[in-house]
């Protein structure tokens, strides 16, 4: 190893290119590695090793010895220690630690939740070691994260340090490290016992909030205040939990105060907590994304009209009111003029300040005499503002035909824009003021000019609903297809505000009927959103696909059917509309219908012969959405269409499951009505039976028992679903499975209110 390296701080990462192996010696094994690839754990800079100690060097060589064996998938690999200079060779973690992850990053919602799961995992390999191995160092700073964001956890398996130390060494180097907010309140009351599992358990409720938050424990708060709001059962704050976070997420902070909990027997194991990690993230993973949601802003100009002065913006009113401060110019070329004085001087015809001559605002007053009077004058025709206004602009946008027709008839440029690139024929298409246009046309007007953002004039009568424009354009040979920065063309904007008229037109004179703005929507995407039935009608009888998929994969029926449009539903398929095409996350049109609750729409589409069992994102079907989202009618609907109940996503997890964990009491009885299997298991090994002795909902456990359910099954981590109700203390569920309450006779007079346990 080079000097370079021995001085790093314990953690730096290098990028890594594994070349031959090779032994050297105080080399354990150790790949050959260049430099810049490796991550090295030295003791040089770590601020709690005790250097001088041969025995302690010894220690962390045999504990690194024996973490360099233990090969786990979320484990860091471990390449090799090095005596001198002390330290650890280990794999390279491209995003680095979550610590540097989480100030710095928005994580969605299931990446946080498939990172409290992996880290869980990486806690119960550890804990499942013969002798345990405990981590007792568990932090943000020790998750890291590969290219793909899975994590890999590192430092662990150092307990012998906390062995060599007393409890106030250990606590003060803690302080030193940044890791006293991970320390359970056991170790700072008086107590000589050593750390067992439940320590890394702690820590690890403490890592959950943190992910949750994004926000560091304890912020603030120095060691003193710290230990003494943890030893009194003080934790991180929950004013950050909200209400609007998803229901797994609530139930994230259930499981995290029990990992936190006060009295070390009260907190899960690791073995549990994983199977409960994973459950919620399966949930979490099933949301189906909304069709992107089109709302094209209507195009208009952002510029005033200046035809009168108290209609002008403030800062034009005030820079026309304080012409007096600059030679009062404008008032007496007005008086001037009035009198029918044609005397003037340069002086008095000079552009203001804001550059708003006499000529601006003759033509914003509509006055044809005056403007005509000041145009013998040989006056610049073509001035503009400081916003880019010309005098025909603002005639333009005015409605001022005779105006543009005498300012032209003097050289106006007929193409000179303002500065957003609003030239005076997108003032006339605006306008629905055909005249002007063919005025402007005539005067060498460009028919497509486009502004800044790439409209036309095509696009605002198109908007706007102007067929007479249209018409005029299309006589000019103007562009039907060109799109705007979007990649709207006028046709997209026609089918979205439902213009029948120049849908019409513009599909008799050749517009694209499929062309797709930059995010892949055609036309009828837009129509079908919108609910444009007419519009949609013509557009699918003039050829229009059907089947046109967006950029997340949606076709016009995908969006019909989460949107409920029966009528519109109807008629694409109809026009030979796919039921089967799945959407980016693999979601079919009744998959949409069925998670939106949308009871028409699901029997159209079972009686067109849709697939009631396709395989979705993460395999559910549409009843597994049904059955975790949606009220009883829907799971109902789809089980009288003939939906298999016992279709397992890839988790293992049926349709039950989900009605159980969601505690869906008729859900659950319909289920069990159409031959639900209440023994199936998922790929953990838990029956719906499990689960609702997890969640404490008695109601349905009865259920399950009348239909025949065995209460001795064990999943995969050997426990029954009376072992699972004592180690989450659901006293109701226990008492029943014990025989404690009355016989199943009462299961009659449950109501759905009273089912779950609080």
Not at 168 to 191: D, N, V, W
Not at 505 to 511: C, D, F, I, W, Y
Not at 564 to 572: D, E, N, S, T
């Amino acid at each position: 190893m080079s000097k370079n390296i021995s001085q790093r701080w314990r953690g730096t990462l290098w990028n890594s290119r594994e070349a031959e192996t090779r032994t050297e010696p105080g080399l354990a094994s150790l790949p050959r590695l260049e430099e810049e690839q490796l991550a090295f754990l030295g003791s040089g800079g770590s601020g709690w090793l005790p250097k001088e100690s041969v025995s302690d060097v010894n220690c962390l060589i045999e504990e690194a010895t024996k973490m360099e064996k233990i090969k786990f998938q979320h484990i860091v690999s471990i390449y090799g220690v090095c005596k001198q200079p002390l330290g650890i060779v280990m794999e390279f973690m491209a995003n680095g630690s979550l610590e540097k992850m989480l100030p710095t990053h928005s994580l969605c919602w299931q990446l946080k939740f498939r990172i409290i799961h992996e880290t869980s995992l990486a806690m119960n390999f550890l804990h499942s070691i013969k002798p345990p191995l405990l981590h007792l160092d568990l932090k943000p700073g020790n998750i890291l994260l590969d290219s793909h964001m899975h994590v890999k956890i590192s430092d662990f398996g150092l307990s012998k340090w906390m062995e060599q130390s007393t409890r106030m060494q250990y606590i003060e180097r803690s302080a030193l490290r940044g890791t006293l907010s991970y320390i359970p309140p056991e170790m700072f009351l008086e107590s000589n016992k050593a750390p067992g599992p439940k320590y890394d358990v702690y820590s690890f409720g403490i890592v959950i909030w943190e992910i949750l938050t994004q926000k560091k424990p304890y912020s603030g708060l120095n060691m003193m205040n710290i230990i003494v709001r943890v030893a009194a059962g003080l934790r991180p704050s929950l004013h950050f939990v909200s209400d609007k976070w998803p229901g797994e997420a609530q139930q994230i902070v259930d499981l995290m105060r029990c990992c936190w909990d006060q009295d070390p027997k009260k907190r899960p194991c690791f073995p549990d907590i994983t199977v409960e990690t994973d459950m919620l993230l399966s949930l979490l993973q099933s949301p189906v994304a909304d069709p992107e949601s089109e709302a094209p802003a209507r195009k208009v100009s952002c510029k005033p009209s200046l035809r009168r002065p108290w209609e002008v913006s403030e800062e034009v009113s005030q820079e026309l009111t304080d012409s007096a401060d600059s030679g009062d110019h404008l008032k007496r070329v007005l008086q001037l003029l009035d009198s029918e004085s044609l005397v003037a001087s340069n002086e008095e015809l000079c552009i203001c300040e804001n550059k708003v001559t006499p000529l601006h605002f003759l033509v914003a007053r509509g006055s044809v005499e005056q403007v005509r009077l000041l145009l013998a004058h040989e006056v610049d025709v073509d001035c503009q503002t400081a916003c880019g206004y010309t005098p025909l602009l603002i005639a333009a946008q005015d409605q001022q035909p005779d105006l543009c027709a005498l300012l032209l008839e003097h050289g106006a440029d007929s193409n000179l824009a303002d500065e957003d690139g609003w030239a005076p024929l997108h003032f006339a298409a605006q306008n629905g003021d055909d005249r002007t246009a063919r005025l402007l046309l005539d005067h060498g007007a460009c028919v497509d000019v486009q502004e800044h953002e790439g409209w036309t004039p095509f696009h605002l009568a198109a908007q706007n609903n102007f067929e007479n424009v249209a018409r005029l354009l299309v006589s000019r040979q103007a562009d039907l297809n060109l799109s705007e920065a979007e990649g709207k063309t006028p046709l997209h904007l026609a089918a979205y505000f439902g213009h029948v008229g120049l849908v019409k037109l513009l599909t008799g004179q050749g517009a694209k009927l499929d062309a797709q703005q930059r995010n892949l929507r055609t036309p009828l995407h837009l129509a079908v959103e919108r609910g444009k039935v007419r519009a949609i009608q013509h557009l699918l009888k003039t050829g229009a696909t059907p089947d046109a998929l967006d950029q997340n994969g949606y076709s016009p029926l995908h969006t019909a059917a989460a949107r409920g449009r029966y009528l519109i539903c109807k008629m694409l398929l109809r026009y030979g509309a796919s039921l089967e095409l799945p959407t980016q996350q693999g979601w079919t049109p009744l998959h949409l219908a069925a998670y939106k609750g949308h009871l028409e729409i699901i029997h159209l589409l079972a009686e067109s012969h849709a697939d009631l069992g396709a395989p979705g994102g993460m395999n559910w079907t549409p009843l597994h959405l049904a059955a975790r989202h949606r009220e009883e009618a829907v799971v109902a609907a789809l089980l009288q269409c003939g939906a298999d109940p016992n279709a397992a996503e890839q988790s293992g997890w049926t349709p039950l499951h989900l009605a159980v964990q969601r505690g869906a009491f008729l859900s659950v009885i319909n289920l069990l009505e159409h031959h639900a299997d209440v023994h199936a298991c998922n790929k953990v090994g838990w029956t719906p039976v499990h689960l609702a002795a997890l969640k404490g909902n008695v109601a349905i456990l009865k259920v399950l028992v009348k239909a025949g359910a065995q209460l001795d099954i064990q999943n995969a981590e050997g426990c029954t679903p009376l072992q699972l109700a004592l180690q989450s203390q659901k006293q109701s569920i226990i008492a029943f499975l014990e025989g404690k309450e009355p016989s199943l006779a009462v299961l009659g007079s449950a109501e759905p209110g009273e089912q779950t346990e609080v």
